[in-house]
């Protein structure tokens, strides 16, 4: 299985919501990140987890909040989000943290309302 | 402020022709990479060069690497309709460790 999964697909929430994204990875991948993508911008990383725990927080306000529960599955709890937030979330995985080639996810196409 | 910048940002090509797009970069680098992302979805990794090589091929993809200039080259040659995409480059640099920066990426089109 070479396959990054994230779910929802799409998500449509109020600034009061809670939501969660997922991610979920077979390929045995030790290292798994968090991207926001804006529309025709390159992506830009929020977080990365090595070994199930947060080695990168890239400054990435407080209403967002990873989880990582075990090496195959990677959360992004939401909330509070502002309407400027709406944006492509994408997942990736690396074999390890040094990397190098990172497996995407499909994403998650986000509208914060 | 981005690490690579892609020069064009666009481009429009008949296929059958080649596309050639270029990323420059400030900083020493591991390795750079280049990743092709369709429409609205996620980033598939085309081809990863290290710091120490000048020039790789992966069938119709030639990535080179002037480490002098900073600067990396992507050729699509044969292009075809299904290589319409952004393309973008990626530097993983020296002092930041398992951290991927992309350029802006370059949009192709390819006109059947």
């Known amino acids: 299985d070479t396959e990054v999964t994230q779910t929802p697909k799409h998500l449509v929430m109020g600034m009061t919501n809670k939501k969660s994204l997922k991610c979920e990875q077979h390929?045995?991948?030790?290292?798994m990140y968090w991207y926001k993508q804006k529309a025709k911008k390159p992506p830009e990383l929020m977080f990365v987890?090595?070994?199930?725990?947060?080695?990168i927080n890239e400054s990435v306000p407080s209403r967002f909040s990873p989880e990582c529960p075990n090496s195959s599955l990677l959360n992004l709890h939401l909330h509070a989000l502002q309407p400027e937030d709406s944006a492509l979330y994408l997942c990736?995985?690396?074999?390890?943290?040094?990397?190098?080639?990172?497996?995407f996810g499909p994403g998650t196409r986000l509208l914060v309302l | 402020s981005q690490q690579g910048e892609e020069d064009p940002q666009a481009l429009s090509i008949q296929e059958g022709e080649n596309a050639t797009m270029n990323c420059s970069y400030k900083?020493?680098?591991?390795?750079l990479q280049w990743y092709r992302q369709n429409s609205g979805r996620g980033l598939v990794h085309l081809i990863l060069?290290?710091?120490?090589?000048r020039e790789k091929h992966s069938g119709r993809l030639r990535v080179t690497l002037d480490t002098s200039k900073k600067s990396s080259s992507l050729l699509i040659t044969a292009s075809r309709a299904a290589d319409t995409a952004s393309y973008f480059c990626?530097?993983?640099?020296?002092?930041?460790?398992?951290?991927?920066?992309f350029g802006g990426g370059t949009r192709v089109l390819v006109k059947p």
């Open positions: 990736a995985s690396s074999q390890g943290p040094n990397i190098e080639t990172q497996y």
């Open positions: 390929m045995g991948h030790r290292a």
């Open positions: 987890y090595s070994y199930e725990k947060l080695s």
């Open positions: 900083t020493s680098i591991n390795n």
């Open positions: 060069i290290r710091s120490n090589e």
């Open positions: 990626a530097t993983e640099l020296k002092a930041a460790g398992n951290k991927l920066t």
